[in-house]
């Protein structure tokens, strides 16, 4: 039997009911209640897709021209978490008792780039975005450049944040930040899935520009391709981010691509092969010389994985003993992407009051408010359809061994032995107190 989180018509009612909302009254009851809708809308969006069934949810937001709504959201969140967020964690008199809506404020923007990951695959789901595909283009920019900046200035990615301080004894507040650090890391490999889909459906010529022009996006995905974020070794072993988690790779798989070195490849293919792109795109001195860095890359085992890329290899190749053409600058009107600019432009100077009226408002709930979130949250988060999203069989959390037993206490992380489970309960601690504490309220 078919597991659905929401039918046709509580989903087209949901998305009817999506709105913008503003920095103060992010974390309030009514955003809660929009937080559920767009969490239950993932869910269904993901079945859908995954089982090949009717997309219905990417159906509605874009016959009800929600998508720009979503990405407003995405970004208000991010605005939120990058001025808000911080002073909250400074203030003296903020000590909640519990941390869990300020949890899922910080998750709402890993909730919504994952369903935008999902929809904007298909190409009517891009030209409903309209205008605000530039501000969509923006954001992934963002979160692939500091991605790139972690990886250059540290050498590792954020999901090492916990193991670089080494700290066992750390506040609420402060794993709450540790967990958003690494949310970060998730939601920027999300954001370069949806930037694949974005030059692979979009013919507007500002959003071309943008990308080739303003943010020289090829040039970002050269360092990406360098860096490889999403691969790294440990203790002699090669684990790759796979699946939404770390796994340890077989040595006969070493070099096999993964989706996250598809996207990449993928997106500077649509980038540098289509004719209207090659044409907008300035081949100076600087950006050949790090386009040619792809040649090295381009190996006989790549290509056989992704033969188009054989055609990108031909065009590096003629690229090494030519100079091409400067690009045309015709007089184009641009559109300028608005979401970013105005809500931090609303916003400047305000940053401290906001904070201040959310520690007081927001985020210390009353006992029945909470039980009243907790409830609605775990009616969500039901098991049955949890596990349904799982693309394969569950792996042990110490070993990477398919796993049969689950963590009776968080009901979260799987094992193979009860022998793996004590050998990561060290790890696992922090993360299985989550759920209990949610459970406990209801």
Not at 14 to 24: A, G, M, P, R, W
Not at 124 to 151: N, P
Not at 261 to 277: A, M, P, T
Request: proline residues 4%; neutral net charge.
């Amino acid at each position: 039997m078919d597991i659905t989180v929401i039918v046709p018509g509580e989903a087209e009612g949901f998305i009817s009911c999506l709105e913008t909302f503003s920095v103060k009254e992010v974390g309030s009851s009514r955003w809660f209640i929009q937080h559920e809708y767009i969490e239950k809308l993932n869910m269904q969006a993901i079945l859908n897709a995954s089982t090949m069934h009717d997309e219905y949810i990417k159906e509605f937001l874009v016959l009800h021209k929600k998508i720009a709504v979503l990405v407003h959201e995405m970004i208000l969140v991010e605005v939120w978490k990058q001025k808000v967020f911080p002073i909250l964690c400074q203030l003296q008199d903020f000590n909640p008792k519990n941390t869990f809506p300020l949890y899922m404020v910080i998750r709402h923007e890993a909730t919504i780039i994952n369903l935008l990951e999902t929809i904007m695959f298909h190409k009517d789901s891009c030209e409903a975005a309209e205008d605000s595909i530039l501000d969509l283009v923006d954001y992934c920019h963002r979160k692939l450049t500091l991605l790139v900046g972690k990886m250059t200035t540290e050498g590792t990615t954020t999901h090492d944040h916990d193991k670089q301080t080494g700290k066992t004894d750390v506040s609420s507040l402060e794993e709450l930040q540790n967990q958003s650090a690494a949310l970060e890391f998730e939601i920027s490999l999300k954001a370069l899935s949806v930037l694949r889909y974005i030059t692979e459906h979009t013919d507007s010529i500002s959003v071309i520009n943008r990308m080739l022009c303003i943010h020289n996006i090829p040039c970002v995905l050269v360092q990406l391709i360098d860096s490889c974020p999403w691969s790294r070794s440990r203790a002699g072993e090669v684990e790759k981010y796979v699946n939404s988690k770390w796994q340890r790779i077989p040595v006969e798989d070493h070099l096999k691509m993964t989706k996250l070195d598809g996207q990449v490849w993928i997106s500077l293919y649509n980038l540098l092969l289509r004719e209207d792109c090659q044409q907008k795109y300035d081949f100076n001195n600087f950006n050949k010389v790090q386009l040619l860095k792809l040649r090295g890359f381009l190996t006989e085992v790549l290509i056989d994985q992704l033969p188009n890329l054989v055609e990108l290899q031909r065009f590096l190749a003629h690229l090494a003993v030519t100079d091409p053409a400067p690009p045309k600058r015709g007089l184009i009107l641009e559109q300028i992407p608005e979401m970013w600019n105005q809500i931090v432009n609303n916003n400047s100077g305000k940053w401290k009051a906001i904070a201040k009226y959310q520690v007081k408002e927001t985020f210390n709930p009353s006992e029945s408010d909470l039980r009243h979130h907790a409830q609605r949250l775990a009616q969500t988060y039901n098991l049955d359809v949890m596990e349904s999203l799982i693309p394969e069989k569950p792996k042990c959390g110490s070993c990477g061994k398919v796993a049969a037993k689950r963590c009776s206490r968080c009901r979260t992380e799987w094992y193979c032995s009860r022998e793996c489970q004590v050998k990561h309960w060290q790890k696992h601690k922090k993360a299985c107190e989550l759920m209990p504490e949610v459970r406990e309220k209801i």
